[in-house]
């Protein structure tokens, strides 16, 4: 199990602000500004809304409230995949308050989104100083925790939130990709099999058991798992690129081949393919 993509959690900052005198070429003021860049991110108007809050900005530079007008603008920024700009977004918001969780659970979201696991290591980090059992900080630094290797810190991790929440399945997921990345292959077999009896119909699960069936040299029971996933989700671009892998591990390249096509049709990269097609022929 990967995580893939880290969305916003947390909906726009906005409060009653005090008006202010100080007014745009347009008549406009620091409030009406901020108020519409709000109202037009509720109507997915996102060009319109970064607009309206980078006029707020300069029209009040040193504005008190600047902190929740640039978290804004962060938050419409990586709604629009603008992540780098999002980063410095929230990077002065945080000049304004420093330790704003929220805040910084959403940075550490855009710098996950451009690869900077580092920094968002940091910033989960920091989140947990202030609030040791916030799930989002937890959940992202075990997996940090995970790609490092460094098994043990993120088997903590997940066991502490599984204890808080200890239906959370993406944590739940998480610490069985763990296990089978730790070579706990049995544990994870065990934990995702309790999973998908809870689960029969998610077609995630058959595939992330299919890839430690593959690992435990089990591939006949990992192709009727892919096919349980296709015939339950047949546009799992995964499950077809892992049974394209197990046919061409027992030779049979044409139907790798197949397979290997049909998951470059429902969005594979073929460039990442290149070389098992190469294999196919």
Do not use: W
């Not at 308050?97 to 659970?105: G, M, R, T």
């Not at 544990?187 to 595939?207: C, R, S």
């Amino acid at each position: 199990m990967e995580l893939s993509a880290y969305s916003l959690k947390y909906g726009l900052f906005f409060c009653v602000l005090t008006i202010v005198g100080i007014l745009n070429a347009n008549g406009q003021s620091y409030y009406d500004l901020s108020e519409k860049g709000v109202s037009c991110f509720e109507k997915d108007s996102l060009e319109q809304a970064e607009n309206y809050f980078r006029q707020a900005l300069k029209l009040d530079p040193t504005n008190a409230h600047n902190a929740l007008l640039f978290s804004n603008l962060g938050m419409v920024q990586q709604k629009m995949n603008k992540h780098a700009e999002a980063v410095e977004s929230y990077s002065y918001a945080l000049n304004f308050a420093p330790i704003a969780v929220p805040i910084l659970l959403n940075r550490g979201s855009a710098y996950m989104n451009i690869g900077q696991n580092d920094n968002a290591y940091l910033d989960y980090c920091q989140v947990l100083d202030v609030d040791k059992d916030n799930i989002e900080a937890l959940l992202m630094r075990a997996y940090i925790y995970t790609q490092r290797k460094d098994f043990k810190a993120g088997r903590a991790d997940y066991e502490k939130l599984l204890k808080i929440e200890p239906t959370n399945y993406t944590a739940r997921l998480g610490l069985i990709t763990l296990n089978q990345k730790d070579g706990k292959l049995n544990e994870a077999l065990e934990g995702i099999t309790m999973m998908i009896t809870e689960n029969p119909k998610d077609a995630t699960l058959y595939i992330a058991r299919a890839d430690i069936e593959c690992d435990l040299d089990k591939k006949d029971m990992a192709l009727i798992d892919l096919d349980e996933a296709l015939r339950l989700n047949d546009s799992a671009s995964e499950a077809y690129l892992l049974r394209g892998q197990i046919f061409l591990s027992q030779k049979k390249k044409y139907l790798a081949k197949l397979s290997f096509d049909k998951a470059i049709s429902l969005g594979i990269s073929a460039s990442d393919l290149q070389d098992l097609i190469k294999e196919c022929k």
